[in-house]
């Protein structure tokens, strides 16, 4: 089984928008789809969350979290996303 971060963070951690998330509580494995799972539920729950932007930030700031689905954006999104910027 494939090793998935912690969607929660401790209080008073830089990563406490975990806490505010709207994925607390689902199923990690929908951020983290199998090669050639396009992995569309993630993005749906992501729409409307109060974390979204720092989440996002969070997987563009370190190239370690390439894999996955961070503020709403897959992997090849966020390339994308920083070429254009």
Request: some cysteine; overall charge positive.
């Amino acid at each position: 089984m494939k090793q998935v971060p912690p969607l929660r963070a401790a209080p008073g951690d830089v990563t406490d928008w975990r806490n505010r998330a709207s994925c607390v509580g689902t199923d990690r494995r929908l951020w983290f789809p199998e090669r050639g799972d396009p992995g569309r539920a993630a993005p749906r729950i992501c729409a409307g969350c109060p974390a979204r932007e720092p989440c996002l930030e969070y997987g563009l700031v370190d190239p370690a979290r390439g894999h996955g689905i961070w503020g709403g954006l897959t992997a090849r999104e966020r390339i994308l996303l920083v070429v254009i910027l």
